[in-house]
């Protein structure tokens, strides 16, 4: 009976990770400039309290919460408990250049995950986040026509992005070694729109790019000592395969004619690159942990280009820091655990010779929610640049809050009655 509720709650959380997903593909997760090439701007935050440790946690050794940045560290969850994590955030973006500036804010989901264990040291999660977001707006881009003198003006808008749906399994070898295998299936589509008018007519074309592929991971934890974890992640290389559907619509007279509808075909397949990562954690004095990581994303090796540039190797350092005074204390601020981090991305693409670096400063904050459980209520905030005000680049500065209600239910163990 036990093993049926497990089953059918697994598979309905599963679903609903799904559905949740696919839905958040239609509406615009980020309004950032940059989101214009490749795939949009890929997605960096992660899972409860590591968006305020500055996304770092590839060493880091847990079994009161799902770090989803090393597969290896599920084999850690205890036998009887049940993991959840939901989150949401808000950011508010502004950009700039020499002589323009401009504000939006976005609002929307940032995760769904589950973890749960099959056996003793044995354990599986699920999650779901966007792994890219496209939101851009660029209007009155001017343009000659061919064999005159004569311009006329259009305006281009992109919208939608993909999603990772992840399933991960964790191992617990020997009590210092866990080893971790992942699956991602991509999936989303990203939808393009241009319209112009010429000599009394309106144009518009709408382009929706749909892509889906499956990328496999590995990771691995050893314990050099009870303070100190080294922790390694490969993510192999994959092709996303492309389909696209366009129509072109023309306004004459305010008489609507489609040109062409819905015209079906396979676009270029977009290829992922290997991403290597590494990273140690460790404890000190028995309340403060410290993380450090470092990853690789080999774009050279992918050999492709956008029209104003190209993709190229990225670097990302990562540090953070937790400090819990008394994880046990029956005071309540003793267990709340406070947050901060750093992290350094100097990008994969390269658009007229230079790359699009940013940074991010991050804290955070987790409140615990009652005594016997790892539950918590984690709120994160980041502080973050992208880009450069010259060389014809726009500077993205933006405030970002995250909100993850990370729970823990002891769903599997046996209630005894006195």
């Known amino acids: 009976m036990i093993e049926t509720v497990r089953m059918k709650s697994i598979i309905m959380i599963g679903t609903s990770l799904f559905l949740v997903g696919v839905r958040a593909q239609s509406e615009a997760l980020t309004s950032s400039p940059y989101s214009l090439y490749g795939l949009g701007v890929i997605n960096q935050t992660g899972i409860g309290a590591f968006n305020g440790m500055g996304y770092s946690g590839i060493g880091f050794k847990t079994d009161s919460e799902i770090n989803s940045l090393n597969p290896a560290n599920y084999g850690l969850i205890p036998e009887n408990s049940f993991f959840y994590d939901v989150g949401v955030r808000a950011q508010y973006n502004t950009y700039g250049n020499i002589t323009d500036s401009e504000a939006k804010t976005n609002f929307n989901f940032s995760n769904l995950a589950l973890a749960f264990p099959l056996t003793d040291g044995l354990a599986a999660g699920i999650t779901m986040v966007p792994y890219s977001d496209v939101g851009y707006s660029i209007l009155g881009i001017r343009t000659n026509i061919e064999g005159s003198n004569e311009t006329f003006e259009s305006n281009v808008t992109g919208l939608g992005g993909l999603s990772d749906l992840r399933i991960n399994i964790g191992y617990r070898m020997t009590d210092g070694l866990r080893l971790g295998i992942g699956t991602s299936f991509l999936f989303g589509a990203i939808e393009e729109s241009e319209s112009f008018a010429l000599d009394g007519s309106t144009f518009e074309l709408n382009e929706k790019t749909g892509y889906s592929g499956v990328r496999l991971g590995m990771g691995l934890q050893i314990d050099l000592t009870d303070a100190i974890t080294l922790g390694s992640t490969i993510q192999l290389p994959t092709r996303l395969n492309g389909n696209l559907k366009q129509s072109v619509v023309k306004n004459l007279a305010g008489s609507e004619i489609t040109v062409e509808e819905d015209q079906a075909s396979n676009a270029s397949d977009f290829k992922m690159p290997m991403e290597l990562g590494f990273g140690i954690g460790a404890r000190f004095f028995g309340n403060l942990a410290l993380n450090v990581d470092y990853k690789k994303n080999f774009w050279n090796a992918t050999d492709q280009n956008e029209n104003l540039g190209r993709y190229v190797d990225q670097d990302i350092l990562a540090l953070g820091a937790e400090y819990l005074k008394n994880r046990t204390s029956y005071k309540y601020w003793e267990r709340v655990r406070y947050r901060a981090g750093f992290n350094y991305d100097n990008g994969y693409l390269s658009l007229n010779g230079h790359k ?45 809050l995250t909100l993850n209600i990370s729970l823990e239910d002891m769903w599997f163990r046996k209630r005894k009655i006195n």
């Not at 670096?357 to 539950?375: H, N, Q």
């Open 356 to 400: 699009i670096e940013g940074y991010a400063l991050t804290a955070g904050i987790g409140f615990p929610v009652g005594t016997r459980s790892g539950s918590l209520i984690n709120l994160s905030y980041s502080y973050g640049a992208k880009g450069q005000v010259q060389n014809v680049l726009i500077q993205e500065k933006y405030h970002l």
